[in-house]
Every structure is written in structure tokens, then in C-alpha cells.
């Protein structure tokens, strides 16, 4: 691949061809075609961006290492060395679990979900309020609703996960034991795998399927913490590159646990890839023009 053809590529896809499901795809795009340099607005909150040093930002709170952590994982899981073909199941999912929990501070419970989990059933807040069609998703989805403050619910019988609002605001909370955590997740990468095959080459249902994943694995809480960096950074980002599609800067990580639908969070992560094209595109332009010299 030459950075004229690439560059076509890139070109295409920012005027939403690509990511509209019509246009070119590549098989891959690793992340190395990004500045390093830039990496690390990939994994910091995009509303921190414009702060000072903000690459360090987590670093300089209660997660030490947090930086040299998730540049390692993203060289290892989105780099051109990454394990192209790699069917991702518990096993490996656990394997970059502790790749991005280890050697990082301020973690305050490692280890799996499950309400036999040390620290008790899991819970944790949905900081988007979702939204009617949000919520009717997740019950198709398998996940029960009960609104304690209106007496609204739809139950779905022998829910492994509930969403359920008290006094205290929108929480998820998982009904399943640990043991039963490994193929909870099993079940959802293989249905993943089924929709990626049925989509065939259509970039637009292999990203709806990849948002979908995300979404689902979030709202399942399979581990008791770390998971936003887990699913909405790597995962997300992982599935993205090895599919033909660019990193996205998504706008909130909070919109993976059940406060969006579909629809929402397959615009907010094609939006986010837009500027990681310009990035690169410009990289590969740089490249040429040092090769042409």
C-alpha cells in the first residue's frame, strides 16, 4: 500500500464515504499511521484536551502510570504488530483487562464482576440519563428496567443485568456471579462475530455491530473496575483498526453505558474518527513528501 493510495483512501472517508458503508476499505489501519505524539487523546477524556499536559492528566490524579500503560497496550493491541485475525473471547478480553489495570494507581477494585465479588454486587451509575428509545434497547438487549420514583419497568425474566432508578439516581446493576462472568462475555463476542459475517463488506453494519459490542460489554460490567478504559478505549479502538476503520476520538466514554442507542453512539464514533483522519492523512502526506525528497 503506497501513501498516494492511502492518502485516497483517507481522502474518501472524510467525505463520509467510507464511513457511510459505500468507498474503499482497507483490511486494516494500526494505529502507527497516527503521530504518537497524538495517541493519548485516544485514551484522555476528550473534554480535558485543550488542557495543559493534558496527556499526563490521569497520571497527575490517583493513576500513576496510567500514560505508559495505555501506550504500551495500544502499540501491542492496535499497532501493525497487533495479532490480525485474533478472535477475541473471556480469555483474551481478560488478557487486556490486566494489561490495562496493572502497573497503573488508584484502581480501587481489580478482579471480576459478579455479586459474589469481594466488595459485594456491582453497581455503577449510568452518568447519561438514558433515553426512552436507550432504554428500550437494552431490554431487547436482555437487560431489565425498573423506575422506582414513577413505577415504570420492563422486566425481562432471569436478567443477568438490571437498570434500575432509586432516589439516587440511574444505576446498572449485575445479577450474575463471578463464575458466570466468562460466558455472559462469551456470548456476546460470539453474536458479534455472527453479525461481523452476516455484514460482510458493509462498513456500516460492521460499525454498528463493533457499537453494539462496546455497549453491551460496559452495561455488563465484567470487571469491577477499569472498564471504560477497557472497553471504551482499547476494545472499542482495537475492533475499529483490525475492521478497516480509524481510532475515534468518542466524546464521552460515559455514552457506552446504556445512556445512548445505537443509532447515537454509531454517529459519535464516526464523528470521532474524522479528526484522527486529518491526523494521518497529514502524517502520510508528510511521509511522502520526505520520500519524494
Not at 440511574?170 to 452476516?198: H, N, S, T
Request: hydrophobic share 40%; proline share 4%.
Amino acid at each position: 500500500m503506497s501513501f498516494t493510495d492511502f492518502s485516497d483512501v483517507v481522502s474518501h472517508s472524510v467525505s463520509g464515504d467510507l464511513l457511510l458503508g459505500s468507498g474503499m476499505k482497507l483490511t486494516t489501519v494500526p494505529i502507527d499511521l497516527l503521530p504518537k505524539t497524538s495517541w493519548w487523546k485516544l485514551f484522555i477524556d476528550k473534554k480535558h484536551h485543550k488542557n495543559a499536559n493534558a496527556c499526563l492528566l490521569f497520571d497527575r490524579q490517583q493513576s500513576k502510570g496510567f500514560h505508559a500503560v495505555m501506550m504500551r497496550v495500544f502499540k501491542a493491541e492496535l499497532g501493525s504488530c497487533m495479532a490480525l485475525g485474533e478472535r477475541l473471547d473471556y480469555a483474551a478480553y481478560r488478557r487486556i483487562y490486566l494489561a490495562v489495570s496493572t502497573d497503573v494507581g488508584g484502581i480501587a477494585n481489580r478482579g471480576p464482576s459478579g455479586t459474589d465479588a469481594p466488595n459485594g454486587a456491582t453497581h455503577f451509575p449510568t452518568d447519561l440519563i438514558p433515553s426512552q428509545g436507550a432504554i428500550n434497547e437494552l431490554v431487547q438487549e436482555g437487560v431489565s428496567y425498573k423506575n422506582y420514583t414513577n413505577g415504570a419497568q420492563q422486566v425481562v425474566p432471569n436478567a443477568k443485568v438490571s437498570l434500575l432508578v432509586t432516589g439516587f439516581g440511574w444505576r446498572i446493576y449485575v445479577g450474575y456471579k463471578m463464575a458466570e462472568g466468562p460466558a455472559l462475555a462469551d456470548q456476546l463476542f460470539d453474536r458479534y462475530y455472527d453479525q461481523m459475517a452476516l455484514a460482510g463488506g458493509n462498513a456500516r453494519q460492521q460499525l454498528f455491530a463493533i457499537v453494539r459490542l462496546i455497549r453491551a460489554l460496559h452495561v455488563y460490567h465484567f470487571f469491577q473496575d477499569a472498564n471504560g478504559r477497557l472497553n471504551t478505549m482499547v476494545i472499542l479502538n482495537k475492533l475499529l483498526t483490525e475492521n478497516g476503520f480509524p481510532p475515534s476520538i468518542v466524546s464521552n466514554p460515559a455514552i457506552f453505558g446504556g445512556g445512548r442507542t445505537l443509532q447515537q453512539l454509531f454517529d459519535d464514533v464516526r464523528d470521532g474518527m474524522r479528526p484522527v483522519l486529518r491526523e494521518m492523512e497529514a502524517q502520510l502526506r508528510l511521509g511522502y513528501l520526505d520520500l519524494a525528497t
